[in-house]
C-alpha cells in the first residue's frame, strides 16, 4: 500500500468542497487544498488576517509584500476578492459565517475533539492563533493530518492526550491512509487507500472504527 | 487648524510611561510600524506589556523592542511567526511573561476597549485550558467564556496614506489589527508612507476615520 502524499491529501479533502461555499484553510498543509479545487467549482477562500477570495501563491518574483496568507506566504487575490480587518475577519469565523474550516491537527478524539495548538514542549512557546475560534465558529470542522505521529502513535484517539483546542468540534477527518467521518455512532471509515483493510487500519488508530456500508477505495490522481 | 502631523519619533511617542500597554499592529511583519516601534528603544522606558499578535520577526520591530528587554509581558496569539529567533531565546530563559489568547478574542477583546463594551463571551477556548480562572457560561446551550476589554495608553499602527486629519487608508493584507487597534488606544500613532492634502482620500475608501488617531509621523 502507498500512503497518500501531502498533496494528494489536500486534493481529496479540495474534492469535497461545494460551489459556493466559504471555507478557511488553516496554516501548513492545509494551505494547498486551494490549489485543488476542481476547475469550474467556485469556492472562496477566506484568509483570516483579512481576506475573502484569495486566490494561488504568486509566481515566484510576482507577489506584493503587503498581500500575504495566514500562514505569512505571498497570496493573490482574484477578481471579486476584498480586503477588511481583523475584527470583520474574526466576526466571519464566530458568527457561523464560514461553511468549512480545514484545519491540521496533532490529535483527533472520537467524539470529535481537536488537539492543534499545543504539543506540550516547554521549549518553544505555544501558539493558538485562530484556530480556537475556527474550531468554535465555523459551520463544519474538517481535520486534514497524517493518520499516524512519526513514532506511529495513533493521532485518532479515544480521548486527545494534547491539550484541547475544542471539544466536538470535528466532522471529518482527511488523513494519509482514509477518509473518516466523526458520527455519534462512531468513527465510520468512508474510504481506505488501496491494500488497506479495516483490521490494518484498525491497528493504526485508537477508537473503535465502523466500516460505511458504501465504503470506498481512496483513489486521488498522481500530482 | 486640525494637524495630527508630527516630527521625528520623540514627538509621535512622547508621554510613553514606564508600565503601559503598547499594541503593535501588523500580522507577522506585514503592517507593522517597525521604525516607529524600534525608538521606543531610544527612550528610558521600560516594562511594558506589548500587545501585538506575533512576537516579531527576525530582528526588526516587536522583535527588537523585546530583544531590547523594554517588555515585562508580551499578549499575544501565535508567538512563534516568520523567524521567531528573539521569543524563541526570550522563551527559553523564561525572560518574558506571556499570554495567550486566540485571535479572534485577542482582536474583540480591543475592540470592546475601544467601543465602550464591558466585556463579552464567546465560545472560542471557552472549554480549553486558555479558560481556566475565567467567568464561563452557557448560552443558548453552549459554553462561553467571559473576556475582558483590551485597552492600550498607546497604539503603534502603520497604514499606507493619511492626511492631516489623521484619516487612514491602507494596502491590501497590511490592515488586519492596524484598525481595531487605532480605536483601542489612548493615544493612536500612525506611520505612514505619505500624507495627502485634506480632501483627497475617497471618503469611500477611509478605513480608519480620523477620530481614532492622535498623531501622524511619515517613514
Known amino acids: ?42 469556492v ?7 481576506i475573502l477570495g484569495m486566490g494561488p501563491a504568486p509566481e515566484p518574483g510576482k507577489g506584493d509584500k503587503d498581500l500575504i496568507n495566514a500562514g505569512k506566504g505571498l497570496t493573490t487575490l482574484l477578481p471579486g476578492g476584498t480586503f477588511f480587518h481583523h475584527n470583520d475577519a474574526f466576526l466571519m469565523i464566530r458568527g457561523g459565517h464560514i461553511d468549512v474550516s480545514i484545519m491540521g491537527a496533532y490529535e483527533v478524539s472520537e467524539r470529535g475533539d481537536l488537539a492543534n495548538w499545543a504539543t506540550g514542549s516547554d521549549k518553544l512557546a505555544p501558539g493558538v492563533g485562530g484556530a480556537m475560534d ?31 483546542t475544542a471539544g466536538g468540534c470535528v466532522k471529518r477527518v482527511y488523513t494519509n491512509l482514509a477518509v473518516l467521518d466523526i458520527t455519534r455512532d462512531g468513527v465510520v471509515v468512508r474510504e481506505m487507500i488501496d491494500g488497506l483493510d479495516l483490521a490494518g487500519l484498525q491497528r493504526l488508530t485508537e477508537p473503535k472504527l465502523v466500516l460505511a456500508n458504501d465504503w470506498k477505495k481512496l483513489e486521488v490522481p498522481a500530482l | 487648524m486640525i494637524d495630527k502631523r508630527v516630527e521625528g519619533f520623540a514627538a509621535a511617542l512622547a508621554g510613553l510611561r514606564d508600565g503601559d500597554t503598547v499594541l503593535c499592529g501588523g500580522f507577522g511583519s ?47 496569539s501565535y508567538p512563534r511567526s516568520t523567524d521567531p529567533q528573539v521569543i524563541d531565546e526570550l522563551y527559553a530563559r523564561r525572560a518574558l511573561e506571556l499570554e495567550i489568547v486566540p485571535q479572534g478574542t485577542l482582536s474583540e477583546r480591543m475592540r470592546a476597549a475601544g467601543a465602550g463594551i464591558g466585556g463579552f463571551f464567546t465560545r472560542a477556548g471557552a472549554d480549553t485550558d486558555l479558560a481556566q ?7 443558548n446551550g453552549a459554553l462561553h467564556v ?72 511619515v517613514v
Open chain 1, 1 to 42: 500500500m502507498t500512503p497518500l502524499s501531502r498533496r494528494q491529501m489536500a486534493w481529496r479533502a479540495a474534492q469535497d468542497l461545494a460551489e459556493g461555499q466559504y471555507v478557511n484553510l488553516g496554516i501548513g498543509l492545509p494551505t494547498m487544498v486551494c490549489d485543488f479545487v476542481p476547475p469550474g467549482r467556485e
Open chain 1, 44 to 50: 472562496v477562500f477566506h484568509a483570516e488576517n483579512g
Open chain 1, 134 to 164: 475556527l474550531a468554535a465558529g465555523a459551520r463544519e470542522v474538517w481535520a486534514l493530518m497524517e493518520h499516524n505521529a512519526k513514532d506511529g502513535a495513533p493521532r485518532i484517539r479515544k480521548s486527545c492526550v494534547l491539550p484541547l
Open chain 2, 30 to 76: 506585514i503592517g507593522e510600524a517597525f521604525e516607529l516601534i524600534e525608538a521606543i528603544i531610544g527612550l528610558d522606558v521600560r516594562d511594558l506589556t506589548v500587545v501585538c499578535n506575533n512576537a516579531g520577526s527576525g530582528l526588526v520591530g516587536v522583535a527588537a523592542l523585546l530583544k531590547a528587554g523594554r517588555a515585562r509581558k508580551l499578549i499575544c
Open chain 2, 133 to 139: 480562572g475565567k467567568e464561563t457560561r452557557t448560552i
Open chain 2, 146 to 217: 467571559l473576556e475582558q476589554p483590551l485597552p492600550g495608553d498607546f497604539a503603534l499602527i502603520r497604514a499606507h496614506r493619511a492626511d492631516r486629519w489623521g484619516n487612514l487608508v491602507y494596502r491590501k493584507a497590511a490592515r488586519n489589527f492596524n484598525p481595531v487597534m487605532a480605536m483601542a488606544g489612548k493615544v493612536t500613532v500612525a506611520q505612514v508612507s505619505e500624507i495627502v492634502e485634506l480632501g483627497s482620500l475617497d471618503p469611500e475608501a477611509i478605513a480608519t476615520p480620523g477620530i481614532f488617531v492622535d498623531r501622524v509621523v
